[in-house]
Nanobody
Framework: QVQLVESGGGLVQAGGSLRLACSASERTFTNYPMGWFRQAPGKEREFVAAINWNGESTYLGNSVKGRFTVSKDNALNTVYLQMNSLKPEDTAVYYC?????????????????????WGQGTQVTVSS
């Protein structure tokens, strides 16, 4: 059973930065794409970012483009989400997700049901 553990959440003022990390329990996980989602109270889970197996291809959701970046360190089995210029509307529980499926070409999964493993989530709160 693959386990994903997020860390790095917390409280930050608007305009500030945070870096989330997601560690995977199995090294084979480095062969597959990983993603980040978030869910605010009363809202559906929203796609944030995805990254391919070697970290050379990324995709960001429209609401975070230009402010967030996603990267990974396969040697550490870890994926990162760097969040800059944070806004109060970024407040949510952030989830790391992993997919053990292979996708054609440069496609990166961006829908909830395309991922097979999920972390417990980490709270990010941005104050105004």
């Amino acid at each position: 059973q693959v386990q994903l553990v997020e860390s790095g959440g917390g409280l930050v003022q608007a305009g500030g930065s945070l870096r989330l990390a997601c560690s995977a329990s199995e090294r084979t996980f480095t062969n597959y794409p990983m993603g980040w989602f978030r869910q605010a109270p009363g809202k559906e889970r929203e796609f944030v970012a995805a990254i391919n197996w070697n970290g050379e291809s990324t995709y960001l959701g429209n609401s975070v483009k230009g402010r967030f970046t996603v990267s990974k360190d396969n040697a550490l089995n870890t994926v990162y989400l760097q969040m800059n210029s944070l806004k109060p509307e970024d407040t949510a529980v952030y989830y790391c997700a992993g997919s053990d499926r292979t996708y054609a070409g440069s496609y990166l999964p961006k829908y909830h049901d395309e991922y097979d493993y999920w972390g417990q989530g980490t709270q990010v709160t941005v104050s105004s």
